[in-house]
Structures are given as structure tokens and as C-alpha cells.
């Protein structure tokens, strides 16, 4: 299984980027897919999740500002961010689990089993 993650960049404060992650060699049926992100110094935190019977979450940091969807026929997992703050700066990472996780675990990092490299986000004042 391989994820690639693109998209990310530098921004100003208030402005939107979208990011894509890539899948290949990724055959299951039931599933959850999350993007997650991780600031130096911090622990890495979720944002959003899909599952394969379409069931979105989205954490505090993510609600109102972050979306969430997923093309099948392409393979590729998207978060559109708007309203982007400094604090939003980190590292961004998409994740792949072999089973549909529990809601309590579904924005834990440590119910995935596959990562990608991760795209930086950088939001200036």
C-alpha cells in the first residue's frame, strides 16, 4: 500500500488550500481513511475520517472549516481547508486502516496500519 500526499504549500491567514492523497496497492472494501496533522513540538492529532460505508467525522479542529471526500473511481482522498489560521501550520498526513475503525478510536492515529510521506502547510499572519 502506498499513499502519497500533495497540496500542501504557504498561505496567509484566512486563505484555502486543498490537499490529495493518493492510494495504490489498496484493495479493501471496508475501511477508514483519515487525515491527521502534526506540528513540531506536538503530538499528532486527527481531523477528519471516511469510512468505506461513507460515515464522515470530523474532530474540533477540523468542524466548519475542513472537508472531507473521497473519489473511488480514482483513488484519491481530499481535504479542503478554508479559513486557514497560523495555527493550522504542521505537517498534514493521510492514513489508511485494513478495517473500519470504532468511532472511539477512528481519529487515533494508532488505528491505522498505512501513511504517507505527509505535505507541509505553512499559514502566515
Known amino acids: 500500500v502506498h499513499l502519497v500526499e500533495s497540496g500542501g504549500g504557504s498561505v496567509q491567514s484566512g486563505g484555502s488550500l486543498r490537499l490529495s492523497c493518493a492510494a495504490s496497492g489498496y484493495t479493501r472494501t471496508s475501511y477508514s481513511l483519515g487525515w491527521f496533522r502534526q506540528a513540531p513540538g506536538k503530538e499528532r492529532e486527527g481531523l477528519a475520517t471516511v469510512d468505506s460505508d461513507e460515515t464522515i467525522t470530523y474532530t474540533d479542529s477540523a468542524k466548519g472549516r475542513f472537508t472531507i471526500s473521497l473519489d473511488n473511481a480514482k483513488n484519491i482522498l481530499y481535504l479542503q481547508m478554508n479559513s486557514l489560521k497560523p495555527e493550522d501550520t504542521a505537517m498534514y498526513y493521510c492514513?489508511?486502516?485494513?478495517?473500519?475503525?470504532?468511532?472511539?478510536?477512528?481519529?487515533?492515529?494508532?488505528?491505522?496500519?498505512?501513511w504517507g510521506q505527509g505535505t507541509q502547510v505553512t499559514v502566515s499572519s
Open positions: 492514513a489508511a486502516s485494513e478495517v473500519p475503525l470504532p468511532a472511539w478510536v477512528v481519529n487515533q492515529p494508532l488505528g491505522y496500519n498505512y
